[in-house]
């Protein structure tokens, strides 16, 4: 009974963590070490100095010294409980009750497993279980013991244990960790799902691979390898889109040593070679990927070997498309290999070009078919240099016509004068000779480009997105409706008839038009009809002189008179600024000279609505007085003029009428 009373003493002496007590009554249980180190090992506070119980591992711990041997266990009993009264109910009462006690202590610590409590517990055991049991306390407890075990000579599977399973969970962030013991139990699915679940958002990060997951894997090998190779080691997983993730197959080729893990690396490298090639531009960096093949060491990776070889002797490739892909080509049709080679030339050296009549890849495709593709290529990467380098090299007919193909694909692609897809075309266009007169000429192309750099200073809405270059060809047909639209978007503009003109004369030349007479005198009369809005009518006057020269040059022409009634507004307008909303008297005056030149222009059967305008004009001409309108000079010159203007105006109408008796 008293050692049954010694042992709960010994229990609170570990949950207070109380060396110096618990030193004095360890040696009393010699023969029962396992008991003290299972008490420790649950009862002693888990935050505790681990430093603290290095006593335990003391041989002189359990020998005691010259006290002990003088003191028999009731001594010891007694000399504790003097020490501290307080335990004097806990173990001085019914032996039942101790009897009871003592049971339910050894359950709890035992957890209801089966321990000989003779057998001392390894060193390694013990410190394994007692790391677990502070993790169940917190799970962040993880190397807290570390300074303690440091400290002992403790064997190679806890050494393997600590590399395999500790440190990768150490490694794992805070937030993902789960406690040992549920780590433990985990079959090789769920462990593996685990760990996986704990990766960063790059699924090739190398430091989880080498700090946490592949550790891990190693230690256990002989149940989660088989599980992971068989579900991830794939082309779907490893798509070797980054340097690491060979450097991460090599390793665990390395743990299983397999031929099986090995076809499947191999399996891996067939699917995606495109990725690897891409993600390793150089030879110089194959290094691993050939010590992994080496080590494969199979019939099959030999073969890679060579293929790795091939490909990275083929010097006109920076990259190539994968290894599965080198079988297929020279067995493809010429439309295939045109396609690959479209691919491929992405990925050509421009310096070794020439190069190509060696190529025997592509044996079903003319020299002169792959540098058409490589010269669509550079045009693509923007690498106009070397374009025309080769165009100095090769100048023939054909490579001009390819230029205009590429022409028309980036002015087409161009959402501005300023962005890339511009200046190319603009670059495009300079390598073309100047009495080039092929597909479309040159200098069609050269006013296109400078059509679009004019109308972009203006605002211009030719479509609901915006202004787009190409966006010109739709009105190939019907270029006065550009310049409507400026005219409308550009106030201003109404006044510049020189610079219209000269638009109109850029967007004809382009479509290789001429400019007529007839569309000479639209644009005139587009020009009067905003001058009308803007309420400048003397302005309009104008325009209306230079649009009857126009008439005059022209002779007969139909299409002019078709703008009569643009003209005839002139001769109605009213500004609703004037005073009483009447014209002054000398833009009556001006306004019946225009109606009465118009009348030889308008159509026929428009004569007699202008007529009509003319006579209205001259009756409220009539009922002035001129002598007291203050719209004009007192100044007698002036009157003059206003009666001579008059006179000429109505000679004019007079003529006009008489000879259309």
């Known amino acids: 009974m008293i050692e049954k ?44 100095d681990p430093l603290d119980l290095k006593f335990l591992f003391d041989v002189d711990t359990f020998n005691g010294d010259e006290d002990h041997a003088a003191n028999s266990l009731n001594d010891i009993l007694v000399q504790c409980l003097e020490q501290d009264s307080s335990l004097i109910p806990l173990v001085e009462t019914n032996p039942d009750v101790v009897l009871e006690r003592y049971d339910q202590l050894i359950k709890y610590v035992t957890r209801d497993s089966q321990i000989d409590f003779n057998i001392p517990p390894s060193h390694s055991s013990w410190i394994k279980n007692r790391i677990i049991h502070c993790n169940n306390y917190d799970k962040n407890l993880i190397l807290y013991y570390q300074p303690l075990w440091s400290q002992l000579e403790l064997t190679s599977e806890f050494n393997e244990w600590v590399n395999g399973v500790l440190l990768p969970l150490n490694n794992i962030p805070a937030n993902n960790r789960i406690h040992i013991e549920e780590l433990i139990k985990m079959d090789s699915a769920k462990r593996i799902t685990f760990l996986l679940g704990c990766m960063p958002s790059s699924t090739s990060d190398l430091g989880f691979f080498s700090n946490i997951f592949l550790p891990m894997l190693r230690y256990y090998k002989e149940t989660d390898l088989d599980y992971y190779t068989s579900h991830y080691v794939n082309p779907q997983t490893y798509k070797l889109e ?26 891996i490298l067939y699917e995606n070679g495109q990725n690897y090639f891409k993600s390793h531009p150089n030879k110089f960096t194959d290094s691993e990927l050939r010590v992994l093949l080496t080590k494969i060491g199979t019939e099959d990776s030999s073969l890679y070997l060579k293929l790795l070889d091939l490909i990275r002797d083929i010097d006109d490739l920076e990259h190539f498309n994968s290894f599965k892909t080198l079988f297929d080509i020279q067995e493809g049709t010429e439309a295939q290999q045109y396609d690959l080679f479209t691919i491929y030339s992405r990925s050509f050296r421009i310096d070794n ?23 669509e290529s550079l045009i693509e990467k923007n690498n106009l240099s070397e374009v025309k380098k080769l165009l100095d090299e090769d100048p023939t007919p054909e490579n001009n016509e390819l230029l205009i193909k590429n022409f028309w694909k980036f002015f087409y692609r161009s959402e501005n004068i300023h962005d890339e897809a511009f200046k190319i075309a603009e670059t495009i266009l300079s390598m073309i000779p100047s009495n080039f007169n092929g597909s479309a000429k040159r200098h069609q192309l050269e006013y296109l480009l400078k059509n679009s750099r004019d109308l972009s200073q203006h605002s211009i809405n030719l479509h609901p997105h915006g202004f787009k270059p190409n966006y010109l060809l739709n009105y190939k047909d019907e270029p006065m409706a550009i310049i409507s639209n400026l005219l409308e978007l550009n106030p201003k503009l109404y006044k510049m008839t020189d610079k219209t003109q000269d638009i109109l004369s850029n967007l004809n030349s382009c479509f290789d038009k001429k400019t ?18 803007n309420r400048d009518f003397m302005f309009a006057y104008q325009l209306c002189k230079e649009w009857f020269a126009i008439c005059k040059d022209a002779g007969n022409d139909e299409g002019i008179g078709k703008q009569w009634l643009t003209i005839f507004q002139v001769g109605k307008f009213i500004d609703l600024e004037w005073p009483d909303n009447e014209a002054p008297t000398e833009i009556l005056i001006l306004q019946m000279e225009i109606l009465s030149e118009l009348l030889q222009y308008s159509p026929i059967d428009q004569i007699e609505i202008i007529a009509t305008q003319w006579s209205a004009l001259e009756v409220e001409l009539s009922i002035r007085d001129l002598s007291t309108d203050t719209s004009i000079s007192n100044d007698s010159n002036s009157l003059q003029f206003i009666q001579n203007s008059l006179n000429e105006v109505s000679h004019t109408m007079a003529a006009f009428l008489g000879r259309n008796r």
């Open 242 to 267: 980054n340097n690491n993730e060979i450097t991460i197959l090599s390793k665990i080729y390395e743990i299983s040593g397999s031929v099986e893990v090995g076809a499947k690396v191999l399996g």
């Open 353 to 375: 070009i020439s190069e190509l009549e060696k190529d025997f890849l592509f044996n079903k495709l003319s020299l002169r078919q792959k540098l058409e593709i490589i010269i």
């Open 516 to 533: 007529t007479e007839v569309a000479k005198s639209k644009l005139l009369a587009l020009h009067i009809d905003h001058a009308l809005v």
């Open 5 to 48: 009373k010694l042992a709960i003493l010994a229990s609170v002496y570990c949950s207070k963590a109380d060396i110096k007590q618990l030193k004095r009554i360890i040696p009393y249980f010699k023969n029962q070490k396992a008991l003290i180190f299972q008490f420790v090992q649950v009862l002693w506070p888990e935050l505790q």
